[in-house]
C-alpha cells in the first residue's frame, strides 16, 4: 500500500475547472484501506469544489460526472437521464453533501447521499444500503 500526494489543492483547483476535465476516480474496493478517493470523489467535488468553493456550478459537475464522461467513452445509453437509457441515479442534498472518508478511516460513507438507483434497482433507499448489486463492468 502506498499514498502519494501527487498534485497540490492549487492545481486540483485549475484542473478542476478545465472544460475538457472529468470527474472520476481509480479507487477500487480491497481488504485493508484503500485510498479514500473510493467513497469520497464524487461527493468532495459536489460539497467542496461546487459549494463551498463555487469553482463550479452544480450542474456543471454533474455534467463532468456522468454525461460528459459517457459521451466521451462512448457509454451508449448512459450519462443521462432519456427514454431508454439505464437508470443510472444519483438523489442528494446539495447543501449536505460531503466526502467524510480519510486516510485513517476511507471508509467512511460520504454525507448527504438520500437514494442511488443502478440499471433501475435501487442500491441505497433514505441513505441505507439495500440488497441490490445491479452494476456491472462497462466495456
Same mark, same amino acid.
Given at each position: 500500500?502506498?499514498?502519494?500526494?501527487?498534485?497540490?489543492?492549487?492545481?486540483?483547483?485549475?484542473?478542476?475547472?478545465?472544460?475538457?476535465?472529468?470527474?472520476?476516480?481509480?479507487?477500487?474496493?480491497? %481488504?485493508?484501506? %484503500?485510498? %479514500?478517493?473510493?467513497?469520497?470523489?464524487?461527493?468532495?467535488?459536489?460539497?467542496?469544489?461546487?459549494?463551498?468553493?463555487?469553482?463550479?456550478?452544480?450542474?456543471?459537475?454533474?455534467?463532468?460526472?456522468?454525461?460528459?464522461?459517457?459521451?466521451?467513452?462512448?457509454?451508449?445509453?448512459?450519462?443521462?437521464?432519456?427514454?431508454?437509457?439505464?437508470?443510472?441515479?444519483?438523489?442528494?442534498?446539495?447543501?449536505?453533501?460531503?466526502?467524510?472518508?480519510?486516510?485513517?478511516?476511507?471508509?467512511?460513507?460520504?454525507?448527504?447521499?438520500?437514494?442511488?438507483?443502478?440499471?433501475?434497482?435501487?442500491?441505497?433507499?433514505?441513505?441505507?444500503?439495500?440488497?441490490?448489486?445491479?452494476?456491472?463492468?462497462?466495456?
Amino acid at each position: 500500500m502506498g499514498i502519494y500526494h501527487h498534485m497540490c489543492e492549487e492545481d486540483v483547483r485549475a484542473v478542476i475547472v478545465h472544460p475538457t476535465q472529468m470527474v472520476g476516480s481509480d479507487g477500487l474496493p480491497a %481488504p485493508g484501506k %484503500p485510498h %479514500p478517493r473510493l467513497w469520497g470523489t464524487f461527493p468532495r467535488v459536489l460539497g467542496r469544489y461546487c459549494r463551498e468553493l463555487g469553482l463550479l456550478s452544480l450542474e456543471e459537475a454533474v455534467r463532468k460526472m456522468s454525461g460528459k464522461t459517457a459521451e466521451t467513452f462512448g457509454l451508449r445509453g448512459r450519462g443521462l437521464l432519456r427514454p431508454g437509457y439505464h437508470a443510472d441515479v444519483c438523489v442528494f442534498d446539495s447543501a449536505q453533501v460531503a466526502d467524510a472518508a480519510t486516510y485513517d478511516d476511507p471508509a467512511q460513507p460520504p454525507r448527504g447521499i438520500v437514494h442511488v438507483i443502478c440499471n433501475g434497482l435501487p442500491t441505497m433507499l433514505d441513505g441505507e444500503r439495500t440488497r441490490h448489486r445491479p452494476g456491472r463492468w462497462l466495456n
